[in-house]
Each structure stands twice: as C-alpha cells, then as structure tokens.
C-alpha cells in the first residue's frame, strides 16, 4: 500500500490554504460539513483502492477542517500514551479507528480541458481518497499536503462526489505525531480542487 502505488496515481508536495487565493476561480476549498460515519479498525486490515462504500444511515455532520472529536466524535475517556500522566487526562470525546467522510461539489464547466488536482493538506495519521468512486492516492505524511492529477475521473460541469478514509490508529510516516497523550483524528487540514494549465505551469519555485 505505497503511497504512489495505492491509487495508482503519483503524489507530489502541495500547498493548501494559499494566502491570496480565496477568490481564487481555479481553486475550490471544501471546507464546511460533510457527511462522516466513523468505526473502529477491523481486526484483519487490508485496503483496497476498489471503491468499498462503508455509510450507514448513522451519518453525523463533521467539519472540515478539524478532528473528528471537535465535532463531538466518540465517547468521553482518558488519554493514550506512554504514561501514567497522559493517560490520566480526560476528554470529553475520543475515537480510535477509521473515520468515513463524504461530500458533494460541482466542478465548473470551465475546468474542462485544464488538469484538474485533488489537495489533501493533512490527515492524522493516515488517509484514502476516492472521487466519484475512483481511487486517487493515500497519504501518511499526518501534517504534510499532498495532492494527486484527477483530470481523467473529475466531471467538469457536473456534481462530483469526494470520499476520504482517515485512520488515527495506524502508523504514520512522522514518528513523533504517535507521540501524543490522546489519539486524535482526522481530516486536520484543508480539501481542495485545484485547475491548472494543460499545457504547463509553475507548480514549486525554489530560488538561492
């Protein structure tokens, strides 16, 4: 489960939450409520980029940005760690699992003929993102941004369906975020859309 093999897609480094781009017409932020089912790790985990939908009836609203437990995901308990201090802290929400999200959002017709890229800015610990039922790629950089090409699945001038796994019980790739006295999770930074020139475009500028 590779990062750039999972999805098939490659990853590369991205920005989210640009300063300047609020207005920007080629960037679409997903920020606000989506939909969010949330279960505990299945005991044989195994994942697989074929689109397995996991909602159930017992859908919440949760925001994004933010963890899962800000949005009241869980049950009251004391915290998880490697000492008796950590543990003794007591939360009034706490989840130890995956967490399913999903959300609707119409791609302008306008996008049509530009690459179009899924952005995902951070995800604790680790995440899978699908769009309209395709797998796009996996992260477990926890705070880094990512962001995959999905111009052959996305529907410029169309309603596209966005649906992400996150998993705060799995290991991620930055040893000292597990360092924690809580397990938290979830989608801990912006989702964006992003168009870009067909032809070309300055993606990163490192100058000396």
Request: proline fraction near 5%; charged fraction near 25%; aromatic fraction near 12%.
């Amino acid at each position: 489960c590779g990062e750039d093999s999972w999805g098939g897609r490659r990853s590369h480094p991205a920005t989210v939450n640009a300063v300047g781009c609020e207005n920007d017409p080629n960037v679409i932020r997903l920020r606000g409520k989506w939909e969010f089912f949330a279960e505990k790790t299945p005991r044989y985990y195994w994942h697989f980029k074929d689109f397995q939908p996991r909602m159930t009836n017992k859908l919440v609203q949760v925001d994004v940005p933010g963890c899962w437990e800000a949005s009241g995901v869980g049950r009251p308990g004391s915290g998880i760690g490697g000492s008796t201090w950590g543990k003794a802290w007591q939360f009034k929400a706490c989840h130890v699992g995956a967490g399913f999200y999903r959300t609707k959002v119409k791609i302008p017709a306008d996008w049509k003929g530009k690459r179009i890229w899924l952005k995902a800015g951070g995800v604790r610990n680790v995440g899978w993102f699908w769009l309209n039922r395709a797998g796009v790629g996996m992260t477990s950089d926890n705070y880094g941004a990512r962001k995959w090409e999905v111009t052959p699945v996305a529907r410029p001038g169309e309603e596209n369906v966005v649906f992400v796994e996150v998993n705060n019980e799995l290991p991620c790739r930055n040893a000292g975020a597990m360092m924690g006295y809580h397990s938290w999770g979830g989608l801990v930074r912006d989702v964006e859309l992003e168009a870009t020139p067909m032809e070309c475009c300055i993606d990163d500028a490192w100058v000396r």
